[in-house]
């Protein structure tokens, strides 16, 4: 979705995005009811690693129970994460991997921003106007209308997360 201002090579180099350290397991990412469809649907991919709450429609994994020592920056990896990089097609990646590093986020007055995570090395080195204009010019409309239809991927917002967009 970035990748006019996001090198696919540099994330191919990276992946950070695709690992979590327990701080960050807020961020792991929600499968849509779509999204489980179509990997349950594919005899190749695990789906029983996709943990549905009671009385909701969504799902995530669980890898708090996946770490091995107590340092705080051990990272634990999705597990669609394969030697060449994600192993989900395009109708089965979560919406929140296809978007990062922007996120929908609702402030406390509840209306919605797009904000951008602080911690993606690459997008983080351009300038903050640079990816405000792209972002407002080719994504903001779709992205919100999108989260506004699908609200279990509006996270709250967080501090340190500057604002791209807001909601009109
Ligand atoms: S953290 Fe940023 S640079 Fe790294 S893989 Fe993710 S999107 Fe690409
Ligand atoms: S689903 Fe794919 S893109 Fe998303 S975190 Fe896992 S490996 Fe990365």
């Given at each position: 979705?970035?990748?006019?201002?996001l090198?696919k090579?540099?994330?191919?180099?990276?992946?950070?995005c695709?690992s979590?350290?327990?701080?960050?397991?807020?961020?792991?990412?929600?499968f849509?009811?779509?999204?489980?469809?179509?990997?349950?649907?594919?005899?190749d991919?695990?789906?029983?690693?996709?943990i549905?709450?009671?009385?909701?429609?969504?799902?995530?994994?669980?890898?708090s129970?996946?770490?091995?020592?107590d340092?705080?920056?051990?990272?634990?990896?999705?597990?669609?994460?394969?030697d060449?990089?994600?192993?989900l097609?395009?109708?089965?990646k979560?919406w929140?991997?296809?978007?990062?590093?922007?996120?929908?986020?609702?402030?406390?007055?509840?209306?919605?921003?797009?904000?951008?995570?602080?911690?993606?090395?690459?997008i983080n080195?351009?300038?903050?106007?640079?990816?405000?204009?792209?972002?407002?010019?080719?994504?903001?409309?779709?992205?919100?209308?999108y989260a506004?239809?699908?609200?279990?991927?509006?996270?709250?917002?967080?501090?340190g997360?500057?604002?791209?967009?807001k909601?009109?």
């Amino acid at each position: 979705m970035l990748s006019a201002i996001l090198k696919k090579e540099d994330c191919a180099k990276c992946r950070f995005c695709c690992s979590f350290r327990r701080q960050s397991l807020w961020e792991t990412p929600i499968f849509t009811a779509e999204n489980i469809t179509v990997i349950k649907n594919d005899k190749d991919k695990n789906s029983e690693c996709l943990i549905q709450n009671d009385g909701t429609d969504f799902a995530r994994y669980d890898l708090s129970g996946s770490y091995i020592s107590d340092d705080s920056d051990e990272e634990v990896k999705c597990p669609y994460l394969g030697d060449k990089g994600c192993v989900l097609d395009d109708e089965q990646k979560p919406w929140d991997c296809k978007i990062w590093p922007l996120r929908v986020m609702k402030m406390k007055d509840g209306s919605l921003v797009i904000a951008l995570t602080p911690t993606c090395p690459e997008i983080n080195k351009l300038d903050l106007e640079t990816v405000k204009t792209f972002v407002k010019d080719n994504l903001s409309p779709d992205l919100f209308e999108y989260a506004k239809g699908h609200s279990c991927l509006i996270k709250d917002y967080r501090e340190g997360f500057p604002v791209i967009d807001k909601a009109e």
